[in-house]
């Protein structure tokens, strides 16, 4: 089978383009011919407003671009990472026009939350979920606290639900979680096209768990929960050293903690296997979120790894974590009850090495490359039958889009 796998980059690396390219080695590896379309947010900063603004709706370039590599590949599917803001969902439909089926995994909120995370001004909020025009988030300016910028992301997706774009021209979602499906088909997207496959970590062996610290490893910023875990290793003091891995907007709140704290060490951005060999050796890793994630890739890391997580109840992190077998589960934003979960946890070196245990089995019974092959085939066989009974989309008129 060949397969295109398409990807907007974003200006700051994150999770997504960890699973594009996982995704993309692992077909090649499983000896498939693998066409990469990727465009990146850099070249927004070439772009004016309005021709910027015109690619987000609608992206003819992008279109006969990856219309013309779907042809000349042959490929019979598309598999959409992130379309926001290059592609543009006009990659649905040149994706059809050349006669491959359309599969798109849904790695945020963006299609029924302008900001992607469902959170803002340091809370979760839902206020945009189910609604044709996400007024509140314009109001907010939740996206890039900008009012023109929310405008443009939450008039790109009120479009294209008024077109019927997204449940026309996409054969399946995929969701990484229970939870992140539960709360896109409450947001308006076809509940029968959207199926729960989970992202994956190649294995990278087991880890000795006696290095005697606790480890985040994520982006330093308020929706990741990092003012509830410094707080809580003001309550812990002493009781056990922190190395915090990443960088963001909360990277001088770090640095101030580390010069109150001596038991906390900031090692700033890491390269993957620094942080591979640093979960390894953790004692557990921590993932605070205030937000609700749509995955929790450092968990199943962590899992890879023998190393059991301390997470917040809500979101994926429920879905991933199971308390008292890989880890545990407290209160979002309360670092007392963060602390807690720590003193518990070391208090019982039994109980540690059976989540130690548990969490690996977990990885091996859910997360490895090979079962992610396997459900990543039944996928594409099902959106290859799908694609031949049903009759072809209906291109979107010329006169309806904005040439770039």
């Known amino acids: 089978m060949t397969i295109v796998v398409a990807h907007n980059f974003y200006q700051q690396t994150g999770g997504e383009d960890q699973v594009f390219a996982a995704e993309v080695d692992l077909l090649r590896r499983n000896g498939h011919r693998v066409e990469t379309f990727v465009l990146h947010n ?128 996409v054969d399946l979602y995929i969701a990484p979680s229970p939870s992140a499906r539960a709360k896109l088909v409450e947001g308006g997207l076809p509940a029968d096209r959207i199926l729960v496959k989970p992202n994956f970590v190649p294995d990278p062996g087991v880890g000795s768990g006696g290095g005697g610290f606790a480890l985040f490893a994520g982006r330093l910023s308020h929706e990741k929960g990092l003012e509830t875990l410094l707080e809580a290793w003001e309550v812990l003091g002493d009781l056990l050293p922190l190395k915090i891995i990443g960088d963001g907007p909360l990277a001088p709140l770090v640095a101030a903690a580390t010069k109150r704290q001596a038991n906390i060490q900031w090692l700033g951005h890491r390269p993957l296997q620094d942080v591979y060999d640093l979960l390894g050796q953790a004692a557990f890793s921590l993932l605070p979120s205030r937000c609700y994630e749509t995955f929790g890739r450092v968990a199943v890391e962590a899992f890879a790894k023998g190393t059991p997580v301390i997470a917040s109840r809500h979101g994926a992190m429920a879905d991933l974590v199971e308390h008292g077998r890989t880890g545990a589960l407290f209160e979002p934003g ?51 039958h799908r694609t031949a009974s049903a009759p072809p989309s209906s291109a979107v008129p010329a006169a309806a889009v904005s040439e770039v």
Request: aromatic share 8%; proline share 3%; charged share 20%.
């Open 334 to 384: 309360n670092p007392a009850d963060l602390a807690a979960k720590v003193r518990a946890m070391l208090a019982d070196d039994g109980l540690h090495t059976t989540l130690r245990a548990q969490a690996r089995e977990e990885y091996e019974s859910h997360y490895t490359s090979q079962q992610n092959y396997h459900q990543l085939m039944e996928i594409y066989a099902r959106v290859q």
């Open 42 to 169: 850099d070249a927004v900063d070439s772009m004016g407003k309005v021709r910027a603004l015109a690619a987000t709706l609608w992206n003819r370039e992008s279109y006969r671009s990856l219309r013309d590599l779907v042809h000349r590949s042959g490929a019979g599917v598309v598999h959409f990472h992130n379309t926001f803001p290059l592609i543009s969902p006009s990659g649905y439909q040149a994706a059809r026009d050349a006669g491959a089926a359309v599969v798109q995994t849904l790695h945020n909120f963006r299609l029924i939350c302008p900001c992607a995370l469902l959170y803002r001004d340091g809370h979760t909020c839902e206020l945009c979920v189910g609604r044709n025009l996400a007024w509140p988030g314009i109001r907010h300016k939740c996206y890039r606290d900008s009012f023109a910028a929310t405008t443009a992301v939450a008039t790109m997706v009120s479009a294209h639900r008024a077109m019927g774009t997204y449940h026309r021209l």
